[in-house]
């Protein structure tokens, strides 16, 4: 499968050692990382969630949590593109000098080293500040609605967070995992990283028409032009392939 991942995902590599270890140091760096905000939004989630099933309408509190799951989805899709992707001039301005210095480096250092475990998911501190005020704002209205809606957020987005994990460093034989992993590798390529925001569904990016060509889509499907489902060769991703092979060479 030619799909351009190689110049992305090859440019950077550890001074010493194989990369399979290098890969595996950074795997627990990248779940160090996540373990602190897992914990925290779990809780936070689990309380909230027992909260509205206990209320005198669960079922509605159930609905709130579950709309959570999409509203997630379309923040996650907007943050990527507009912000991670976003540019930010620095200027003499308070704010704008903080965005070009907080945000700008954050995202473009987890493309130039994909594999870096220090910027493959985000921290606790992340969007505490935020969350800290959507929290008690969301108490304004019964536990069962806007409480459950963010509790079903902020979960999702603790899920997010763990595939954007597995998609770098994780294997599995799941049919549609293995599509998500494809996809997302391809966004790390020069070809792919206009498009291709969704992480967790592609969805997002049929809807605001930023999908990757049809011919890329092609390639990154495991269907033949009959429609039937043909299982890859390769046994692990191409990307790490790459990488590996790379590396040997040096």
């Not at 905000?37 to 989630?45: G, I, M």
């Not at 309380?47 to 309408?57: D, P, Y």
């Amino acid at each position: 499968m030619s799909t351009g991942l190689a110049p992305a995902l090859t440019g950077y590599r550890p001074m010493e050692g194989s990369f399979e270890a290098y890969k595996r140091e950074q795997s627990r760096i990248a779940r160090r990382r996540l373990y602190p905000l897992t914990v925290f939004y779990t809780t936070y989630a689990l309380i909230i969630t027992l909260l509205g099933l206990r209320s005198a309408h669960p079922w509605i509190g159930l609905v709130f949590y579950l709309a959570g799951i999409p509203v997630w989805s379309l923040v996650e899709y907007l943050f990527h593109r507009y912000v991670l992707h976003g540019r930010f001039p620095s200027s003499k301005g308070i704010i704008r000098r903080f965005l070009h210095e907080r945000l700008d480096p954050l995202h473009r250092e987890h493309h130039e080293r994909p594999f870096d475990g220090w910027h493959i998911s985000g921290e606790l501190k992340d969007i505490l500040p935020l969350f800290f005020l959507a929290a008690p704002f969301s108490f304004l209205f019964p536990v069962h609605t806007l409480p459950a809606l963010l509790a079903g957020v902020v979960q999702s987005y603790v899920g997010e967070e763990w595939i954007h994990y597995f998609l770098h460093f994780g294997k599995s034989r799941n049919r549609y995992f293995r599509h998500l992993k494809r996809y997302h590798l391809y966004h790390h390529s020069p070809r792919g990283m206009e498009n291709g925001y969704g992480i967790t569904s592609g969805f997002w990016d049929l809807v605001f028409r930023t999908q990757y060509p049809k011919p890329v889509r092609n390639s990154l499907s495991e269907r033949d032009r009959n429609g039937i489902y043909v299982r890859k060769k390769m046994t692990r991703s191409e990307a790490s392939k790459l990488l590996h092979d790379r590396f040997k060479k040096r």
